[in-house]
C-alpha cells in the first residue's frame, strides 16, 4: 500500500488479488507442448476467483495459436494473461517489465520458472519470490508454489461426494 493510499483509506483498502507468474517452456511443458504433470496438477486446482495465473514467456505471438491450445486441452488458469515477448525486445526485458508491472497491480505470491538469469532476476528486481525449476527435477518446485498456494487458500475445494 503506498502512503498515500494509507492516508486516503487508512486500514479499509482492499488487499491486491493475489497472482501467481508463471513461465511456460520448462516450467509447465517441454518441447512446446508436452506437459509437466507436477506443474499441471497444481495449476488445474487453483480458484481462479482467488488467484490469477499469469504466464510470462519468451514465446512470441507467432506461437499464440500452440499455446492457447496447450492451455485449453489442460484446462489451465491463465487463458487470457499469456504475456509473449515483443518481436522488438530481448526476452530478458520483456520478463523483467512483466514482473514490474505485475508486481505493483497485484499481490504476487511468487514467480516460478527455471530461467534464473531472466525470470530468476525479474523475480528479485520487482521483489517478487522466485521459485527456480530444475529441469532433471522439476516437480519440487511444484510442491513449493503449491504449499505458497495452500498458504493463501488458493486452491479450489473439492466437493466431496
Ligand atoms: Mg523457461
Redesign the pocket.
Known amino acids: 500500500m503506498s502512503d498515500l493510499a494509507r492516508q486516503l483509506f487508512g486500514d479499509d483498502v482492499p488487499a491486491k488479488r493475489l497472482a501467481l507468474i508463471v ?5 509447465v511443458c517441454t518441447g512446446f507442448a508436452c506437459p509437466l504433470r507436477a506443474a499441471i496438477e497444481v495449476l488445474v486446482r487453483i480458484d481462479r476467483q482467488k488467484v490469477e495465473v499469469h504466464f510470462v514467456t519468451a514465446r512470441t505471438e507467432v506461437s499464440q495459436k500452440g499455446t492457447d491450445e496447450f492451455i485449453m486441452e489442460y484446462r489451465l488458469p491463465g487463458y487470457r494473461n499469456v504475456h509473449y515477448c515483443p518481436k522488438w525486445q530481448g526476452t530478458k526485458r520483456h520478463k523483467t517489465e512483466v514482473h514490474a508491472r505485475l508486481a505493483r497491480e497485484y499481490q504476487v505470491i511468487a514467480s516460478i ?3 534464473d538469469d531472466e525470470e530468476g532476476e525479474a523475480s528479485r528486481l520487482a521483489s517478487v519470490p522466485f521459485i527456480l525449476v530444475d529441469r532433471d527435477k522439476p516437480d519440487g518446485a511444484w510442491v513449493v508454489v503449491a504449499q505458497l498456494i495452500e498458504a493463501v487458500q488458493g486452491f479450489r475445494v473439492e466437493a466431496t461426494t
Open positions: 513461465d511456460l517452456d520448462d516450467t520458472g527455471d530461467t
